[in-house]
């Protein structure tokens, strides 16, 4: 129960740094101040890779489960169509 509201409120101050760092970028680019736009630059990768994991850990997990459970069915239809290509191409 405490765990889910730790969560929502990390979700919350992650979302509002990412729309603070929006209005900055929006700002610097406006204003055309060079050095404004560098720290905002730097704040953008620092959020993205400290905030990308907490707002879609979840659903990154969820499609990497999704990718490696189908992957190999993937793999076998793509060997499949090489070779009904290569058969067809000799029948021609």
Avoid at 5 to 14: D, F
Avoid at 15 to 25: A, K, P, R
Avoid at 59 to 84: A, L, M, P
């Amino acid at each position: 129960m405490i765990r889910n509201a730790v969560i929502k409120v990390s979700k919350t101050l992650a979302s509002f740094l990412v729309f603070l760092d929006t209005i900055g970028i929006s700002i610097a680019l406006l204003g055309g101040n060079t050095w404004l736009c560098l720290l905002m630059g730097i704040a953008t990768v620092i959020l993205y890779v400290k905030v990308n994991p907490i707002l879609f850990g979840d659903y990154d997990r969820k499609r990497k489960e999704k990718i490696e459970k189908n992957g190999k069915s993937y793999w076998r239809v793509g060997q499949i169509r090489k070779e009904f290509q290569n058969d067809r191409t000799i029948c021609l």
